[in-house]
């Protein structure tokens, strides 16, 4: 343990990841505590004033964003996309991949001249990286510009922190590196009203060790299900059309609770709530049991689309990677589903270039794709992340062939995403409507239940609506269709 006293009246305290003590973890017991409230003199704090978040990473740290804007707003403060309005900027991280990193120390050096022009700006780091040793000594020492530092388990405690730096000239720090509670009631300002996410797990247990995640996000801790149960009805309550249940491994939910109830009866229970679309990600293959794929065969509200990464499709390279299954129960698992469920739209996350990976075993990799035939996967070169196993296994693979490899994975999964798009073309299919395109004001675009973007003409009162679009030009990464119709009965016909 080491602890960075920051010299001043309100030090702080940082204890970062440590493997040896992360991989101890034990039963300790996870707390459920509910979010304090406000205090008194930091209720009105930000009237008149403004904030905005930049988040990079995954869906957690999108929802964790909407977190701090709620506790932000329960404070006064009113968003903004301006840097030049903010008062308080806050970089939500991800420290997954080195460039992810490399891309939030850029943009912090560039806002240095914003704080020497208006120093009453508070700006802050957030997120994954904030649970890094190094990037926390790196702040310190080299970016001395930034006020605050908070890590993932420290979230609720924003005002508390806020006070600490609107009143401190010294940078104020705060990273708990714990196992983790479950906070319960924290504010949030969802990003639309269409579509929400909701975090039913935190932390990972799984430790692939290629992976930062379980250091940064604490030990894999589930919410009890009727807080989940209770807020996906309020939702729904509320209209939204659409949620998605999030966790680092959303299979293994309630194996830490003391009760026997698994995903599969999450979702059971959530079917059975009036609203019309439920996604999750991510799901581990290990933890994919037969039950979870009879649920998931009743489809109704239960989406037909599942994001299954493999990593890698040779099995000596998954056992390096711990990754708890081999190519040939993948691909077991791959084909019970499809059988249950045979329109199912599968897409992965894919490494290349693990360290001491050969061609053959890459090969593996993209034959396995060929095999399963995802509709779209994300691709990455390994990066070695300090700390983890992976990051001191022998890597004499050079980066060129990493580079080139990649390419040819890319390549493979454009081709098969192309012809999976093309299978549609005439078909019909359900739309929700979430907005215009990005590219062009007069065309609407939203999503299927399979989760591809489609772009077709239509009405912009027709935002926020389930609608009948026919495809008539597939493309690689959307659809071009054309609105059949906007009737809700029909409808009702074609989803189940
Ligand atoms: N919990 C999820 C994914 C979390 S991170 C899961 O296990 O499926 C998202 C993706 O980033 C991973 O699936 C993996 O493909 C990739 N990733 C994680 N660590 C990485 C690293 N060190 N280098 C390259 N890619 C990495
Ligand atoms: Fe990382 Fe593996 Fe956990 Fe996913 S399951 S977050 S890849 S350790
Ligand atoms: Fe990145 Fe943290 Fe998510 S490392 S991928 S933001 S859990």
């Given at each position: ?54 988040t990079y990473g995954c869906q957690m740290n999108s929802h964790d964003s909407e977190t701090m804007a709620g506790i932000l707003e329960q404070m006064g403060y009113q968003p903004t996309d301006e840097e030049d309005e903010a008062d308080i900027i806050l970089f ?405």
């Amino acid at each position: 343990m080491s602890i960075i006293d920051i010299d001043n009246k309100f030090a702080k305290y940082f204890i970062p990841p440590n493997i040896k003590e992360a991989k101890k973890r034990g039963k300790e017991v996870v707390q459920f505590l509910d979010f304090d409230p406000i205090p008194k003199e930091m209720i009105d704090i930000g009237k008149g004033k403004y904030y905005l978040i930049r988040t990079y990473g995954c869906q957690m740290n999108s929802h964790d964003s909407e977190t701090m804007a709620g506790i932000l707003e329960q404070m006064g403060y009113q968003p903004t996309d301006e840097e030049d309005e903010a008062d308080i900027i806050l970089f939500n991280t991800c420290a997954i991949r080195e460039n992810a990193e490399d891309k939030v120390f850029g943009e912090l050096g560039r806002l240095k001249h914003l704080k020497l022009e208006k120093p009453h700006i508070i700006l802050g780091v957030a997120g994954c990286m904030s649970q890094e040793e190094k990037v926390v000594n790196k702040i310190l020492r080299s970016y001395q510009h930034v006020d605050l530092i908070f890590g993932t388990h420290n979230i609720h405690r924003l005002p508390i922190l806020l006070r600490d730096a609107l009143l401190n000239k010294e940078m104020v720090v705060e990273v708990w590196s714990k196992e983790g509670d479950v906070i319960e009631h924290i504010p949030k300002v969802r990003q639309d009203g269409l579509k929400a996410w909701v975090s039913i797990m935190y932390g990972c247990d799984k430790f692939c060790t290629y992976c930062i995640v379980p250091y940064t996000r604490g030990k894999e801790r589930s919410r009890r299900p009727e807080d989940v149960i209770s807020e996906v009805r309020e939702l729904a309550r509320k209209g939204y059309k659409e949620v998605t249940l999030l966790g680092q491994n959303v299979n293994a939910y309630g194996k830490d609770l003391d009760i026997d109830y698994g995903f599969g009866d999450l979702l059971e229970d959530l079917r059975k709530i009036d609203i019309p679309r439920i996604r999750f990600t991510t799901s581990h293959p290990k933890d994919f049991d037969d039950h979870l794929i009879e649920v998931l065969a009743k489809r109704g509200n239960l989406v037909e689309h599942i994001h299954l990464p493999f990593q890698s499709g040779n099995t000596e390279i998954l056992k390096k990677m711990a990754r708890k299954y081999t190519r040939e129960e993948y691909l077991e698992l791959v084909r019970k589903i499809k059988q249950a469920i045979p329109d199912v739209v599968l897409t992965t996350d894919i490494i290349v270039g693990f360290p001491g990976e050969t061609e053959e075993q890459f090969q593996d990799t993209l034959s396995l794709v060929e095999k399963v035939g995802f509709d779209s996967a994300y691709t990455f070169i390994y990066s070695p992340r300090e700390g983890t196993p992976a990051a001191v296994m022998e890597d004499n693979i050079p980066e060129d062939v990493k580079k080139e490899r990649l390419q040819r994975l890319m390549d493979l999964q454009n081709q098969i995403s192309r012809d999976k798009n093309k299978q549609l073309k005439n078909q019909v299919v359900e739309v929700l409507v979430e907005g215009v395109s990005k590219t062009n004001s007069e065309v609407l675009s939203g999503r299927t239940r399979g989760n591809k973007l489609v772009n077709f003409k239509g009405d912009p009162a027709l935002i926020g609506q389930f609608v009948l679009v026919k495809i008539t030009e597939p493309q690689t990464w959307t659809l071009r269709g054309e609105l059949v119709s906007n009737a809700q009965e029909e409808l009702l016909d074609v989803v189940n």
